[in-house]
């Protein structure tokens, strides 16, 4: 990550599931963070991606309910 912020001026990464970049990266001067917006209903684990990029950390992973949309077996998921 140092590499493509410092040599190659990179000006779009993507990642999931690595939260250790928020903290190490927050500091670094033309490093910003986006996330998709999302609804959430708890009651019943569902989640739905918003064709929104909002500013700042996203505040929870979504993982087990990307999965779902994918279509991967439950077994798997269990």
Excluded: W
Excluded at 39 to 67: H, M, R, W
């Amino acid at each position: 990550m140092n590499y493509l912020v410092d040599k190659t001026n990179c000006r779009t990464l993507f990642s999931t599931h690595y939260h250790m970049l928020i903290d190490e990266f927050k500091a670094v001067k033309g490093v910003k963070n986006f996330h998709m917006a999302f609804k959430q209903n708890e009651n019943n684990d569902t989640v739905v991606f918003l064709y929104k990029f909002i500013k700042g950390d996203c505040p929870q992973s979504f993982g087990l309910n990307v999965a779902r949309l994918a279509g991967l077996p439950e077994k798997v998921i269990a």
